[in-house]
Nanobody, 114 residues
Protein backbone atom coordinates (compact mmCIF):
# COMPACT_ATOMS: atom_id res chain seq x y z
CA UNK A 1 0.00 0.00 0.00
CA UNK A 2 1.19 3.48 -0.85
CA UNK A 3 1.93 5.72 2.08
CA UNK A 4 2.49 9.40 1.44
CA UNK A 5 3.47 11.79 4.23
CA UNK A 6 3.27 15.52 3.59
CA UNK A 7 5.29 18.12 5.48
CA UNK A 8 6.56 21.67 5.25
CA UNK A 9 3.39 23.65 5.80
CA UNK A 10 3.08 26.53 8.21
CA UNK A 11 2.11 30.15 8.71
CA UNK A 12 3.60 32.64 6.28
CA UNK A 13 2.95 36.27 5.42
CA UNK A 14 1.56 37.24 2.02
CA UNK A 15 4.36 37.30 -0.49
CA UNK A 16 6.31 34.68 1.39
CA UNK A 17 7.47 31.22 0.38
CA UNK A 18 7.14 27.65 1.57
CA UNK A 19 8.45 24.34 0.30
CA UNK A 20 6.23 21.32 0.78
CA UNK A 21 7.59 17.78 0.74
CA UNK A 22 5.88 14.44 0.31
CA UNK A 23 7.76 11.31 1.31
CA UNK A 24 6.61 8.07 -0.30
CA UNK A 25 7.05 4.62 1.14
CA UNK A 26 6.60 2.69 -2.09
CA UNK A 27 9.46 1.05 -3.94
CA UNK A 28 8.00 1.96 -7.34
CA UNK A 29 7.55 5.69 -6.67
CA UNK A 30 9.47 6.49 -9.83
CA UNK A 31 6.82 4.85 -12.02
CA UNK A 32 3.93 7.03 -10.85
CA UNK A 33 2.78 10.44 -12.00
CA UNK A 34 2.15 12.52 -8.89
CA UNK A 35 0.03 15.51 -8.01
CA UNK A 36 -0.58 18.11 -5.36
CA UNK A 37 -4.15 18.99 -4.47
CA UNK A 38 -5.57 21.27 -1.80
CA UNK A 39 -8.74 21.60 0.19
CA UNK A 40 -10.25 24.35 2.29
CA UNK A 41 -12.60 23.46 5.18
CA UNK A 42 -16.03 22.55 3.85
CA UNK A 43 -14.92 22.72 0.23
CA UNK A 44 -13.98 20.18 -2.39
CA UNK A 45 -10.53 19.17 -3.52
CA UNK A 46 -8.78 21.57 -5.87
CA UNK A 47 -6.05 20.30 -8.19
CA UNK A 48 -2.87 22.34 -7.92
CA UNK A 49 -0.15 20.69 -9.99
CA UNK A 50 1.02 17.40 -11.51
CA UNK A 51 4.32 15.92 -12.63
CA UNK A 52 5.01 12.86 -14.75
CA UNK A 53 6.97 9.88 -13.51
CA UNK A 54 10.30 11.07 -14.85
CA UNK A 55 9.87 14.66 -13.76
CA UNK A 56 10.17 16.12 -17.23
CA UNK A 57 6.52 17.07 -17.64
CA UNK A 58 4.60 19.37 -15.33
CA UNK A 59 1.26 21.16 -15.31
CA UNK A 60 -0.31 23.78 -13.06
CA UNK A 61 -3.66 25.24 -12.19
CA UNK A 62 -4.05 28.78 -13.54
CA UNK A 63 -4.36 30.06 -9.98
CA UNK A 64 -0.78 29.01 -9.13
CA UNK A 65 0.99 29.14 -12.50
CA UNK A 66 4.16 31.19 -12.33
CA UNK A 67 4.26 31.06 -8.51
CA UNK A 68 4.45 27.35 -7.68
CA UNK A 69 6.95 24.76 -8.94
CA UNK A 70 6.47 21.01 -8.64
CA UNK A 71 9.46 18.69 -8.69
CA UNK A 72 10.48 15.23 -7.60
CA UNK A 73 13.54 13.26 -6.54
CA UNK A 74 12.92 9.65 -7.46
CA UNK A 75 16.07 8.47 -5.70
CA UNK A 76 14.71 9.92 -2.44
CA UNK A 77 11.12 8.95 -3.28
CA UNK A 78 10.07 12.50 -2.53
CA UNK A 79 7.74 14.98 -4.21
CA UNK A 80 8.10 18.73 -3.68
CA UNK A 81 6.06 21.88 -4.16
CA UNK A 82 7.91 25.18 -4.03
CA UNK A 83 5.41 27.92 -3.35
CA UNK A 84 6.44 31.54 -3.88
CA UNK A 85 4.52 34.82 -3.78
CA UNK A 86 1.93 33.24 -1.54
CA UNK A 87 -1.50 34.82 -1.27
CA UNK A 88 -4.17 34.52 1.44
CA UNK A 89 -6.29 32.52 -1.00
CA UNK A 90 -3.59 29.84 -1.02
CA UNK A 91 -4.56 28.98 2.56
CA UNK A 92 -5.59 25.32 2.50
CA UNK A 93 -4.58 21.84 3.53
CA UNK A 94 -2.25 20.50 0.86
CA UNK A 95 -2.09 16.82 -0.07
CA UNK A 96 0.10 14.80 -2.38
CA UNK A 97 -1.37 11.88 -4.24
CA UNK A 98 -0.81 9.55 -7.13
CA UNK A 99 -2.32 11.39 -10.07
CA UNK A 100 -5.96 10.46 -10.51
CA UNK A 101 -6.49 9.12 -7.02
CA UNK A 102 -8.05 10.57 -3.89
CA UNK A 103 -5.49 11.62 -1.28
CA UNK A 104 -5.41 9.55 1.88
CA UNK A 105 -2.70 11.24 3.89
CA UNK A 106 -2.95 13.80 6.67
CA UNK A 107 -1.96 16.67 4.48
CA UNK A 108 -0.04 19.74 5.60
CA UNK A 109 -1.69 23.04 6.56
CA UNK A 110 -0.60 26.18 4.75
CA UNK A 111 -1.83 29.46 6.19
CA UNK A 112 -1.05 32.75 4.48
CA UNK A 113 -1.88 35.68 6.71
CA UNK A 114 -0.41 38.90 7.98
Amino acid sequence: EVQLVESGGGLVQPGGSLRLSCAASIFTFSTYAMSWVRQAPGKGLEWVSSINSGGGGTSYADSVKGRFTISRDNAKKTLYLQMNSLKPEDTDVYYCTKTGTVPRGQGTQVTVSS
